[in-house]
């Protein structure tokens, strides 16, 4: 079983861009906290950045609705995305996307002028293995 579910702020604005096809990926990188005490009784924060990857009429569903500092609930699945650099293999963690929910907040960093503050959670898509652009 492949499933992850975290909830976070982006850390920048998607990053929208258009395979050889024309289908649209969307990539964002989600900042995750979590605070807790040490033995010693100190307040620590531990912040964990990941990064997803849309496909589709999700990714400019993402692009449109989401910018830098937005809550988002994300779903989907953990891969692990491996390339080439100056003759070594390089791979880390990445996420897809499959289901997607605005949270509500007042808060107005979120809500960039023209901007509506939510908007209806996007449906689940398949992943069409042709269209992964790596």
């Known amino acids: 079983m492949n499933v992850v579910t975290l909830m ?4 920048r604005d998607p990053e929208i861009r258009y395979t050889n ?3 649209p990926v969307c990539n964002i990188s989600v900042a995750t906290n979590k605070k807790y005490k040490t033995t010693a009784g100190e307040d620590r924060e531990q912040v ?4 997803w990857v849309a496909f589709g009429k999700m990714a400019e569903a993402i692009a449109k609705h989401f910018h830098k ?3 988002i609930v ?3 699945e953990v891969f692990q995305d491996q390339w080439e650099k100056d003759g070594k293999t390089m791979t880390r963690l990445k996420f897809y ?3 997607y929910s605005f949270v ?5 960093r979120e809500k960039p002028s023209g901007q509506a503050a939510s908007a209806p959670a ?3 898509q398949e992943i069409n293995d042709a269209d992964i652009p790596f």
Do not use: E, F, I, W
Request: aromatic share 4%.
């Open 21 to 23: 096809s024309n289908s």
């Open 122 to 124: 996007a449906k689940a």
């Open 48 to 51: 964990v950045y990941t990064d």
């Open 69 to 71: 500092g937005k809550v």
């Open 97 to 99: 996307l499959h289901h």
């Open 8 to 11: 976070g702020r982006l850390t």
């Open 74 to 76: 994300a779903n989907g």
């Open 104 to 108: 509500p907040t007042d808060s107005p």
